[in-house]
Antibody, heavy 126, light 107 residues
Framework: QVQLVESGGGVVQPGRSLRLSCAAS????????MHWVRQAPGKGLEWLAV????????YDADSVKGRFTISRDNSKNTLYLQMNSLRSEDTAVYYC???????????????????WGQGTTVTVSS | DIQMTQSPSTLSASVGDRVTITCRAS??????LAWYQQKPGKAPKLLIY???SLESGVPSRFSGSGSGTEFTLTISSLQPDDFATYHC?????????FGQGTKVEIK
């Protein structure tokens, strides 16, 4: 079935880097915009970043701009989140998610996040 | 950035109750709003998109309404499986933002 599986989480010291991966299966990955969303312990959901279906457009939330980079490899059906200069406040469960709009323009229309991964936990601690 | 404010933060209800959750946007977002259900330790699940469209497979007791800046999610008759946290999210323009969530608890 349609599936997203995140990996790459773990415990990392402040200031270090980590790269998360999100492997997609059973759908045409290269035709969908993809997103990263995180949830700190006991908190709500925080939208982080989006990349267009072909990788030509990206947008980051201010909270991670300049530190996190979203990317994708459509030949490998995989989404990435490179996280640099990690801080304690980046501790969270990180989810990748699909925008359900097929081959949508960068400017929309969008659909909403219809497929989510199970999440991968990142803990930033010394 | 557009801010999303949900109310209430917590709601206590009984099985069979009609439940309404409100989400307000800091500026107009037309009908570009989604609702998600999240259970502890699980990923969110899309319930409603475009403010009032029911996602495939979601029970019809869930409904959404509103446009502009005021939106509601209604559960017509609360079932045991519905005790969870509900999140609204706008997707009018980037950056997308979520509301803070509403936890529906057993009364």
């Amino acid at each position: 079935q349609v599936q997203l599986v995140e990996s790459g989480g773990g415990v990392v010291q402040p200031g270090r880097s980590l790269r998360l991966s999100c492997a997609a299966s059973e759908f045409t990955f290269s035709r969908y915009a993809m997103h990263w969303v995180r949830q700190a312990p006991g908190k709500g959901l925080e939208w982080l970043a989006v990349i267009s279906y072909d990788g030509s457009n990206k947008y980051d939330a201010d909270s991670v701009k300049g530190r996190f980079t979203i990317s994708r490899d459509n030949s490998k059906n995989t989404l990435y989140l490179q996280m640099n200069s990690l801080r304690s406040e980046d501790t969270a469960v990180y989810y990748c998610a699909r925008d359900g709009a097929y081959s949508s323009s960068w400017y929309g229309p969008y659909y909403g996040l219809d497929v989510w991964g199970q999440g991968t936990t990142v803990t930033v601690s010394s | 950035d557009i801010q999303m404010t949900q109310s209430p933060s917590t709601l206590s209800a009984s099985v069979g109750d009609r439940v309404t959750i409100t989400c307000r946007a800091s500026q107009t977002i037309s009908n570009w709003l989604a609702w998600y259900q999240q259970k502890p330790g699980k990923a969110p699940k899309l319930l409603i998109y475009k403010a009032s469209s029911l996602e495939s497979g979601v029970p019809s007791r869930f409904s959404g309404s509103g446009s502009g800046t005021e939106f509601t999610l209604t559960i017509s008759s609360l079932q045991p499986d519905d005790f969870a946290t509900y999140h609204c999210q706008h997707y009018n323009s980037y950056p997308w933002t979520f509301g803070q969530g509403t936890k529906v608890e057993i009364k």
